[in-house]
């Protein structure tokens, strides 16, 4: 089982990594770690999956979310309950935050003392409305808070259309320096998202921000990617308190 890992850990006692496609038992086009239940896949595979990365990281049940492109926060348990949101945190040590994706942007938070942790689910629309702003509520000082962007689409991949920018533009003016003529498609643009985040990371505080070098659409053997698949598997970005 291949895993990406940040080049240095994000907090003392603190562990943090996004999967490969390497590792599971599912079939094509989810093959083969597809942890997304949502996804078209057989429930036996997706379950046998989950339980191969429980088991190779010796951790319990991660708290698995129904993501819907919000910006909604909860808190992670240890309960087996799937819960709608597109971020979670913890204190307790030994419960799993997770998020999935296959090209948005998966971000994982430590506080640097490593007593606090989250993930949360950024694609262009939550990052726009929010859903990183709200994660670091869960912490006492954005501050104090260490930050990785994992494996997303990367800006060479990533085509908007003119209202996608528009949007940023309304927020933030100088977010335009995330956008770029698309080379391919007149008056449609390519969209950094790793830029955006760190913009939107910076002006809530927080100033180590790592990660943010690969592209799931672009790096076809190790990662899923919707924008280039459509029908794909889903990778899942964990953070935890030893």
């Keep these: ?3 990406i890992l940040p080049e240095q850990p994000l907090a003392p006692g603190v562990q ?3 999967t490969t496609r ?3 038992v599912s079939g094509a086009p989810w093959d083969s770690l597809n942890l997304g239940d949502h996804v078209g896949d057989d429930p036996a595979a997706v379950a046998e999956n989950r339980q191969r990365l429980q088991t ?3 951790v319990s049940q991660p708290q698995w979310l129904t993501q819907v492109h919000g910006v909604q926060v909860v808190e992670a348990q240890d309960d087996g309950v799937v819960r709608e949101a597109d971020a979670c945190w913890t204190r307790q040590p030994g419960v799993v935050c997770a998020v999935m994706t296959a090209d948005c942007l998966p971000v994982l938070f430590a506080a640097a003392d490593g007593r606090c942790v989250a993930a ?3 694609g262009w629309r939550g990052l726009l409305n929010g859903v990183l702003e709200a994660t ?3 912490f006492d000082d954005p501050a104090q808070v260490n930050a990785w962007l994992g494996p997303a689409i990367g800006p060479a991949a990533f085509e908007v259309g003119p209202e996608v920018r528009e949007a940023f533009l309304a927020v933030d003016a100088d977010a335009e320096l995330a956008f770029s003529p698309s080379p391919r498609h007149e008056g449609r643009w390519m969209a950094d998202l790793y830029a955006l985040a760190r913009r939107r990371l910076q002006a809530a505080g927080v100033r ?3 990660g943010g070098e690969h592209c799931t659409h672009d790096e076809h053997e190790r990662f899923f990617s919707y924008r280039r698949d459509g029908q794909t598997g889903r990778m899942a970005s964990l953070i935890w308190i030893t």
Aim: overall charge positive; proline content about 0%.
């Design 1 to 3: 089982m291949k895993l």
């Design 16 to 18: 943090a990594l996004t």
């Design 22 to 24: 390497d590792g599971g």
């Design 56 to 58: 190779a990281l010796g």
């Design 120 to 122: 949360a689910h950024a």
């Design 136 to 138: 670091l509520a869960a």
């Design 208 to 210: 180590t921000i790592r």
